[in-house]
Nanobody, 115 residues
Framework: VQLQASGGGLVQPGDSLRLSCVMFGRDFSTDAMGWYRQAPGKERELVAGITSGGRTNYANSVMGRFTISRDSAKNTLALQMDRLKTEDTAVYYC??????????WGQGTLVTVSS
């Protein structure tokens, strides 16, 4: 089982980025998935989650700016990030959790928001 995240980069405040996570190795259609981030000196936090049925939840700090989505047929997870702020700077990780609560992490992709 492997998760490959991509899409990070250096952007200016107000810009947009789209993160993608491709999953390999098994059927992920019944998993709950999410994007987490870890800023320097801070703990990893949940940014957005999505259930196997498509129900989403977001951290208050990104509500209305970020959108999580999944394509179960392609085993992909995405995070559309709009109106980025400097405080969104972090390493972003994708995560999938199967119905037995076994969790798998991607390798992380760095997002830097700076003017």
């Amino acid at each position: 089982v492997q998760l490959q995240a991509s899409g990070g980069g250096l952007v200016q405040p107000g810009d947009s980025l789209r993160l993608s996570c491709v999953m390999f190795g098994r059927d992920f259609s019944t998993d709950a998935m999410g994007w987490y981030r870890q800023a320097p000196g801070k703990e990893r936090e949940l940014v957005a989650g999505i259930t196997s049925g498509g129900r989403t939840n977001y951290a208050n700090s990104v509500m209305g700016r970020f959108t999580i989505s999944r394509d179960s047929a392609k085993n992909t997870l995405a995070l559309q990030m709009d109106r980025l702020k400097t405080e969104d700077t972090a390493v972003y990780y994708c995560n999938t959790r199967d119905p037995s609560y076994v969790s798998t992490w991607g390798q992380g992709t760095l997002v830097t928001v700076s003017s």
